[in-house]
């Protein structure tokens, strides 16, 4: 399975996408108009490791939210990405058993080579 979970309105996102020249048996989905579900996010945690690694601090929610001076569990990881699309650190690409996390320049590259 060729998946990525995005956000539309994401100019990174977008970005990313015509880098790797998405295939086209890519599966895309809008996290922000269809949303994560318990399945979507135990399967990326299972081949990531964590709930945390899937969890972006950049969200804006985050210190308005004052998250920053909590200490955060994985359950609390999971509920809060399953409660806000912002808190998914973005984009997750799962190329069959591997998942790639976020928009850092090396991340990206070992995408490329997977697809």
Known sequence: MKKA????????CKKI???INAPNDLILQDIKTNK???????EMKSL?????SL??????KYREMGLQDKDLTETDYRKLIL?????LKRPVFIIDN????GSA???IEQLKMAL
Do not use: H, P, V, W
């Not at 979970?5 to 990174?12: F, K, M, R, V």
């Open 5 to 12: 979970y995005y956000l539309s309105t994401c100019s990174t």
């Open 17 to 19: 996408l015509n880098e």
């Open 36 to 42: 994560i579900s318990t399945e979507q996010i135990d």
């Open 48 to 52: 990531s490791g964590s709930y945390e």
């Open 55 to 60: 969890f972006s601090r950049r969200a804006m």
């Open 83 to 87: 409660e806000e699309y912002t808190f």
């Open 98 to 101: 591997e998942i790639f996390i």
């Open 105 to 107: 320049k090396k991340t």
